[in-house]
């Protein structure tokens, strides 16, 4: 039986659908030994998942620094922080890179964040919004993507918390969590159906929304997860 995957998925049938929850090992790190024994550790992996997250800022004229590095495999998730240890040697070496594929969405607003903080040369990124054009999706955000070719939910809540707290709470070390590793599920699952053809592409007239992606804006600054 075919996949069935839609060109635009509407965003009001995501409230009904099953959650995912990033289901392995959390690992936070907050020394640079740690990190650089996690970076040992991920680089030894066939492919990861990687996101961000930076702290909302509600104040105009206020911007955050990026708090967290999240960089996933299939069965466990290092949480980077990096308000406390910043962007160390080791975590250089693993965005510098070139060996291990590293699947994230929207990267140049990842890239664009840590640049502020260290200037670095991106290695081996695969970024899913330009992956996905190939299957006729023209949606590009993480939830939508994931919904429409999984039938489960990301549940965005935790988003706007404060990342640069003291010790994260569990419900932001699975947010945070989930987004990465739901990166590399995407990755497979499309790259399955790219091989095998073994899909249909629903094309659906929906209402095109005013920017090309999900959208919240906190003082100017926009994420596109």
Same mark, same amino acid.
């Given at each position: 039986?075919?996949?069935?995957?839609?060109?635009?998925?509407?965003?009001?049938?995501?409230?009904?659908?099953?959650?995912?929850?990033?289901?392995?090992?959390?690992?936070?790190?907050?020394?640079?030994?740690?990190?650089?024994?996690?970076?040992?550790?991920?680089?030894?992996?066939?492919?990861?998942?990687?996101?961000?997250?930076?702290?909302?800022?509600?104040?105009?004229?206020?911007?955050?620094?990026?708090?967290?590095?999240?960089?996933?495999?299939?069965?466990?998730?290092?949480?980077?922080?990096?308000?406390?240890?910043?962007? @160390? *040697?080791?975590?250089? =070496?693993?965005?510098?890179?070139?060996?291990?594929?590293? /699947?994230? #969405?929207? !990267?140049?607003?990842?890239?664009?964040?840590?640049?502020?903080?260290?200037?670095?040369?991106?290695?081996?990124?695969?970024?899913?919004?330009?992956?996905?054009?190939?299957?006729?999706?023209?949606?590009?955000?993480?939830?939508?993507?994931?919904?429409?070719?999984?039938?489960?939910?990301?549940?965005?809540?935790?988003?706007?918390?404060?990342?640069?707290?003291?010790?994260? @709470? *569990?419900?932001?070390? =699975?947010?945070?969590?989930?987004?990465?590793?739901?990166? /590399?599920? #995407?990755? !497979?699952?499309?790259?399955?159906?790219?091989?095998?053809?073994?899909?249909?592409?629903?094309?659906?007239?929906?209402?095109?929304?005013?920017?090309?992606?999900?959208?919240?804006?906190?003082?100017?600054?926009?994420?596109?997860?």
């Amino acid at each position: 039986m075919k996949t069935i995957l839609y060109s635009k998925f509407d965003k009001k049938e995501i409230k009904d659908l099953p959650r995912v929850i990033f289901p392995g090992r959390i690992v936070v790190v907050k020394t640079a030994e740690g990190a650089s024994a996690a970076v040992d550790y991920l680089l030894q992996s066939d492919i990861l998942g990687i996101d961000t997250e930076t702290r909302p800022s509600f104040k105009k004229g206020i911007r955050h620094k990026v708090a967290l590095l999240q960089v996933s495999t299939r069965e466990v998730c290092f949480l980077f922080r990096l308000n406390i240890i910043g962007i @160390t *040697d080791s975590i250089i =070496r693993l965005l510098e890179d070139t060996s291990v594929p590293k /699947i994230g #969405l929207s !990267l140049h607003d990842d890239f664009r964040m840590l640049n502020k903080r260290v200037t670095f040369k991106p290695g081996y990124f695969i970024d899913l919004q330009d992956y996905v054009k190939d299957l006729g999706i023209h949606d590009l955000s993480l939830q939508k993507l994931y919904a429409n070719v999984f039938g489960e939910k990301i549940v965005k809540r935790e988003q706007l918390t404060n990342w640069e707290n003291t010790e994260l @709470t *569990d419900k932001q070390k =699975r947010y945070a969590s989930t987004d990465a590793w739901t990166c /590399i599920n #995407l990755y !497979l699952k499309m790259k399955e159906l790219k091989e095998t053809g073994d899909y249909k592409l629903v094309e659906n007239d929906l209402e095109p929304s005013n920017a090309p992606f999900d959208t919240v804006e906190v003082n100017a600054e926009i994420t596109t997860k």
